[in-house]
C-alpha cells in the first residue's frame, strides 16, 4: 500500500533548517504554524527551537518601521545568524519556506537583508470538487487524481488529514486562496452556503494556520433554491436582502471568509440574463453584500452561447467574453474580481491571450488558468505548464515595452489590482496529482504567481531539488524529459493554434471532427483546400478587432500572424509557407512524428532512473509514460491520415501515413 506522498515537503527537504538552533519569536496561528514546523524539523535532523542563547536562525514576526505588505518578509545573514523578519505570520511563513527551498546556501556566507513580496496579491486556487458524485463529472470535475480530499459520502470528510497536508503543501509555495467546490454548483453543494456552513468553518479552520482564505462558489439561483424566493434577479430588493443575511451569517460563522466565486449564465448556469440584467447588475448584488465583511466576488467571464449553429461561420466562440464584459468596464463594484480565462477558448495548449485583459482598464482582472490537465494530457501525460503560464503572463496586450498581462493582474497597469487563479489538479490519489510529475505544475503555480519573472527552468529545478533530493543524475533527466514537455504535447496533437480535436465530454486522445458539427464552437473548418478559422475582420468573424494595436494588425494579417497561432484567426491553404520554409501540411506531418518519437525518448530517459527514484514513483510514472506513448502514436496516425486524406498531399519524407 503506497503512503501518502509527502510531495515537496520530505522530511529531507527541512535538513538545513532543522540541523541547527533555531529562534521563533511572534504569536498567532500562522506563527504557531512555524514553530511546529522548526520542532518537527530540529526534531528529524537534531538541530533545536530555543528561546535564549545563540540561535543560527532566528524567525522574527514584530512590526517593522515602513513595512505595510502582511505577506512580505525580509531575510539576510550577518555573522553566523540568518534573520528572517516580517510584520505579520503569514510573512514569516512564506520567509520560512523561502530558507527551506534555498538549503544550506541560507546558511553560508554573508548576505544583505533583502525584501521579498508577492508581485500577485492574489493567488488562487479553485477547486471543482462535488460533495455528491455527479453522475457525469464525478467527484471532482475535470480531475484525473481520484477524489475529493474534502468531502466524501456525501458531506464533508470527518477525517481532514490529507486537507490538512495540503494546506501546508499550498501555504509553502504561496497560495493565499482556495475555492472549495465546483463553480457548477449542484443542490448539496449550494447548501454549503446555509445549513452545511458549519462544515464550511471546519475547512476554514484547516488552511487559516497556513495563511489561506477559503471561498465559496455559489449558485445565482440560490435566493430561489434556498431562501424560497420568487427570483433571483439582483435587482429585486428581497433578493439583495436575502444575499445580506445569508452572507452575515456565513461571516459570524468564518469571521475570515474571502468571499464568493459565481459562474452565471454560462453552460446552463442561471445567471442575470433572465431577467433582463447584465453581468454588472448580478456581481454587484453579492458584491454589496460582501462588502461590510471585507468579502470579493470572483465572477467568471466564461460566458458564451453553447448551442451555436455550427453552418453559421460568423458566430465565434472567441468573442464571446469581450462581447459580454468589455461594455461593463467601470460597472463593477470595487470588491468584484472578473476572473478571465487566459485564452478566450477553454485552456487549449495553445492560444492567444484573451482581449477582455486589455479591454477593461477601470476593473480588477483575474486571469485565470488550468492547472489540472484538463486539455492537455489529464495527468496521464507529461505536460510542464509552468513555461506556458510564464509566457502568457510576459505577454504585453499593447506592444512591447508596454505592460504585460501579469502587470493587469497585479495592478501595476490601468486596472486595480486582482491577481491570478487556476483550477487544482489534486485528488485523494497517493501522489496527489495522480501523475507524480504533475505535482510540478501545483508547485509551479505558486511560484510563478508569487514572482512571474521566475525562469520556468528554475522553477522546475525548485521542485526536483526539494522532491528528489541529493541526485544529480535525476536532476538532469527530469530537466531532460520534463522541460519541453509542454511543446512536445502540442507537436502531437492540435497544431499551428487550432485547438480541440479531443473526444467530445472527457477531452481525452484525438477526435478531429469530435466538436467539428456541434453546438459548442470549437471548429477547424478543414476542407479539402485548407484549415482554419478566420477570425479577421476583412473576411471572418472580427474577433481580431477586439484587440488593441498592434496585435489587431498583427492577427489580422496572414503575413504578421505568428505561425502557431495561425489557424487560430486564418483559413489558409494546405501549401501555405510557414516562416520555418515548410508548408502547413508538412509541418502537420512533421511535428506529429517529432513529437511522438519525443515522447518515445521521454520514456527512455525515465527508464534510466531505475532504482534511483522510489519504487512506487518510478512504477506509477513508468505506467503512465506507457500510456502517453500510446496515446501520442493514436493522436499522429489519426491527425496525420485525417489531413492526408483531407488534402491529397502526401508526405515529403515518404513516411507510412495510413
Known amino acids: 500500500m503506497i503512503g501518502v506522498h509527502p510531495a515537496w515537503l520530505p522530511a529531507s527537504a527541512f535538513r538545513s533548517v532543522g540541523s541547527r538552533r533555531v529562534r521563533v519569536i511572534g504569536d498567532g496561528p500562522v506563527v504557531a504554524t512555524v514553530r511546529a514546523e522548526v520542532e518537527a524539523a530540529t526534531a528529524e535532523h537534531g538541530g533545536a527551537l530555543v528561546d535564549d542563547g545563540p540561535a543560527d536562525l532566528e524567525l522574527v514576526c514584530a512590526p517593522e518601521d515602513g513595512e505595510t505588505d502582511p505577506e512580505a518578509f525580509v531575510a539576510g545573514r550577518a555573522g553566523t545568524t540568518t534573520v528572517v523578519r516580517a510584520i505579520d505570520g503569514v510573512g514569516l511563513l512564506y520567509g520560512f519556506h523561502h530558507l527551506v527551498r534555498q538549503g544550506e546556501a541560507a546558511f553560508t556566507g554573508e548576505a544583505l537583508p533583502r525584501r521579498h513580496a508577492p508581485r500577485q496579491p492574489i493567488r488562487m486556487l479553485d477547486h471543482w470538487d462535488n460533495v455528491d458524485v455527479h453522475p457525469v463529472m464525478g467527484q471532482v470535475e475535470r480531475g484525473y487524481a481520484g477524489g475529493s480530499i474534502f468531502y466524501a459520502d456525501g458531506a464533508v470528510r470527518a477525517d481532514l488529514s490529507r486537507a490538512r497536508a495540503y494546506a501546508r503543501l499550498l501555504g509553502s509555495i504561496g497560495v493565499n486562496r482556495v475555492g472549495l467546490n465546483n463553480v457548477n454548483v449542484g443542490r448539496t453543494e449550494a447548501r454549503l452556503l446555509t445549513d452545511l456552513l458549519p462544515d464550511v468553518a471546519r475547512l476554514a479552520e484547516v488552511f487559516r494556520p497556513h495563511g489561506i482564505k477559503v471561498h465559496l462558489s455559489v449558485s445565482f439561483a440560490a435566493p430561489i433554491t434556498l431562501g424560497g424566493l420568487p427570483t433571483a434577479d439582483p435587482l429585486d430588493p428581497a433578493v439583495r436582502d436575502w444575499w445580506a443575511r445569508t452572507t452575515a451569517d456565513v461571516y459570524a460563522a468564518i469571521p475570515d471568509f474571502g468571499g464568493y466565486v459565481v459562474k452565471a449564465d454560462s453552460e ?49 466562440r472567441a468573442r464571446a467574453a469581450y462581447d459580454h464584459f468589455a461594455p461593463l468596464d467601470g460597472a463593477f463594484d470595487p470588491n468584484v474580481v472578473v476572473q478571465v480565462k487566459a485564452g478566450p477558448l477553454d485552456f487549449q495548449v495553445r492560444e492567444p491571450l484573451s482581449p477582455v485583459i486589455a479591454a477593461m482598464p477601470r476593473t480588477r482582472l483575474a486571469v485565470e488558468f488550468q492547472v489540472t490537465q484538463e486539455y492537455t494530457g489529464q495527468q496521464k501525460h507529461v505536460c510542464h505548464l509552468v513555461p506556458q503560464w510564464r509566457e502568457m503572463l510576459d505577454f504585453a496586450p499593447w506592444g512591447e515595452g508596454e505592460p504585460t498581462v501579469a502587470d493587469v493582474a497585479a495592478g501595476r497597469a490601468a486596472a486595480p489590482a486582482g491577481g491570478v487563479v487556476a483550477v487544482s489538479n489534486v485528488g485523494d490519489d497517493p501522489f496527489w496529482t495522480g501523475h507524480p510529475l504533475a505535482q510540478a505544475n501545483l508547485f509551479g503555480f505558486g511560484r510563478l504567481t508569487w514572482d512571474e519573472r521566475l525562469a520556468p527552468e528554475a522553477v522546475l529545478d525548485e521542485w526536483i531539488g526539494l522532491t528528489f533530493p541529493g541526485d544529480p543524475t535525476v536532476r538532469e533527466a527530469l530537466h531532460e524529459l520534463m522541460d519541453g514537455s509542454w511543446l512536445t504535447y502540442e507537436r502531437y496533437t492540435t497544431p499551428l493554434g487550432v485547438g480541440f480535436m479531443v473526444q467530445p465530454g472527457h477531452h481525452y486522445g484525438p477526435s478531429v471532427d469530435g466538436y467539428e458539427y456541434s453546438p459548442w464552437g470549437t471548429y477547424h473548418f478543414a476542407d479539402r483546400d485548407g484549415v482554419g478559422v478566420d477570425r479577421t475582420c476583412a473576411t471572418g468573424t472580427g474577433y481580431t478587432g477586439q484587440y488593441p494595436p498592434p496585435w489587431r494588425d498583427r492577427y489580422e494579417s496572414v503575413g504578421t500572424c505568428p505561425d502557431e497561432l495561425l489557424l487560430f484567426f486564418h483559413h489558409v491553404p494546405y501549401d501555405h509557407v510557414l516562416r520555418s520554409g515548410t508548408t502547413v501540411i508538412q509541418h502537420i506531418y512533421d511535428t506529429h512524428f517529432a513529437g511522438h518519437e519525443e515522447v518515445r525518448r521521454m520514456a527512455a530517459t525515465w527508464a534510466r532512473l531505475e532504482g534511483r527514484v522510489p519504487s512506487e514513483v518510478f512504477d506509477r510514472v513508468t505506467e503512465l509514460l506507457a500510456e502517453q506513448l500510446r496515446c501520442a502514436t493514436e493522436w499522429r496516425d489519426q491527425v496525420n491520415t485525417y489531413f492526408w486524406r483531407k488534402s491529397g498531399v502526401p508526405d515529403a519524407h515518404g513516411r507510412a501515413i495510413r
Do not use: I, K, M
Open 268 to 316: 446552463g448556469q442561471p445567471g442575470p440574463f433572465a431577467y433582463g440584467r447584465d453581468h454588472a447588475d448580478g456581481a454587484n448584488a453579492l458584491a454589496r453584500a460582501l462588502a461590510p465583511f471585507g468579502g470579493t466576488v470572483f465572477w467568471r467571464a466564461f460566458v458564451y452561447d453553447h448551442r451555436q449553429d455550427w453552418r453559421d461561420r460568423s458566430t465565434d
